[in-house]
């Protein structure tokens, strides 16, 4: 049972009643601006003020409600630390005409907002330059293949305007505190590292950026695991999906070397895996799933279209995975949240199922009766 800290206004109470019942000669009542009813009114404050510090103390003293630094040390303990924001890294090409070259150090302009710099002197060859870039700034950039890029100053045989042609990092914000708990408390339930499923899918998931993953043990033959990873905040724009190919830790000759947001997590695994295993990090395959909904009646206006559509994507969010299956149950209990006086599902009818081993369904369009997407 939880310890009943009294409020301010019962340590007040108190506090005047121990004055009175205190056997002082004569006092037998206490005036509101008298001395003694003023000592009582601050010393039930600093009462309360004790009480209040101590139910923090206790709040730090477990790692399930433990806060900011408390909650760190406590991830410390385990070998799990807070996600850092990382800066987006990529490439851009730029037409240009000769042996014109972007120096190192150009600021650069995307669009949408982000600066960045160029890392390294471009090459140029066939008429364009590819050049280098990191983001001045980290966190979530969301930068995504074709986003324009613009030279800040003009460079003499370089055309003002280019295209990023290539993401190598995705940039993340700081991880979330509720997040971070989870991983903590993950870690204190779980019985030590040795390579089994659970262990590779929270080597991925502390990466910065990766929000979920799954593991697939033998997936592409004997000794191989598969990972698949999602990157939701970092990669909003890509709808989660990492940016980047599948395939193994850079030095492992003995498959495809990943690139992108893959290759970041082969590498963190790489150190933390098994000596033979042959870790393959991938990214899911999207595989769309249409929705009609129909009888929403006085409900069928925009912001309950909006509403479902949020909670359709929330729920393919939660339940969704690679191979996996997507029940009738799942959306039926997503969009009654809502409390819609009326709905009918109309299409799918059946569960939803992952079409092969990386397949992932994900939410495709929404649309009523008529046929038209919401």
């Not at 890509?238 to 947001?261: E, I, K, L, N, Q």
């Not at 870790?279 to 912001?303: M, N, R």
Request: hydrophobic share 45%; glycine share 12%.
């Amino acid at each position: 049972m939880a310890y009943p800290r009294p409020t301010l206004s019962q340590l007040r109470q108190q506090a005047l009643q121990d004055v009175v019942s205190g056997g002082i000669p004569g006092v037998v009542a206490v005036l509101r601006f008298s001395v003694l009813y003023v000592l009582a009114m601050v010393l039930a404050g600093l009462a309360w003020l004790h009480y209040g510090y101590i139910d923090w103390v206790s709040l730090q003293s477990v790692p399930w409600t433990a806060t900011d630094e408390y909650l760190a040390a406590w991830g410390a303990l385990k070998g799990v630390y807070r996600k850092g924001a990382t800066a987006a890294t990529g490439t851009a090409t730029f037409p240009a005409t000769g042996t014109s070259t972007i120096p190192a150090g150009t600021q650069l302009a995307l669009q949408g907002g982000v600066l960045a710099t160029a890392s390294a002197e471009s090459v140029t060859a066939d008429g364009a330059t590819v050049v280098s870039w990191t983001a001045s700034s980290t966190g979530s950039a969301g930068v995504t293949l074709g986003t324009i890029v613009t030279l800040s100053s003009p460079v003499p045989g370089i055309q003002t305007s280019g295209t990023v042609t290539g993401v190598t990092v995705s940039g993340a914000d700081i991880e979330d505190e509720d997040d971070f708990r989870t991983r903590v408390m993950e870690a204190f339930q779980a019985q030590g590292e040795d390579g089994k499923q659970a262990d590779y899918v929270d080597w991925a998931e502390a990466v910065t950026g990766v929000t979920r993953a799954w593991c697939v043990g033998n997936g592409f033959g004997a000794g191989t695991v598969v990972v698949y990873v999602m990157l939701d905040e970092a990669n909003a724009a890509t709808g989660g999906f990492p940016v980047g190919t599948d395939g193994t830790a850079a030095g492992d000759p003995r498959y495809t070397t990943a690139t992108g947001d893959q290759l970041t997590v082969a590498n963190a695994i790489q150190d933390e895996r098994p000596v033979t295993a042959l870790v393959i990090v991938c990214a899911p395959i999207a595989q769309p799933v249409d929705f009609v909904i129909t009888d929403l009646g006085t409900g069928d206006t925009t912001a309950n279209h909006t509403a479902i559509k949020t909670a359709l994507a929330d729920m393919f969010q939660r339940v969704s995975a690679p191979g996996g299956t997507i029940n009738p149950n799942d959306w039926q209990e997503a969009i009654a949240a809502i409390g819609l006086d009326s709905f009918e599902v109309k299409s799918p009818t059946d569960p939803v199922v992952g079409a092969n081993q990386g397949s992932m369904p994900v939410l495709g369009t929404v649309s009523g009766t008529d046929g038209v997407a919401w």
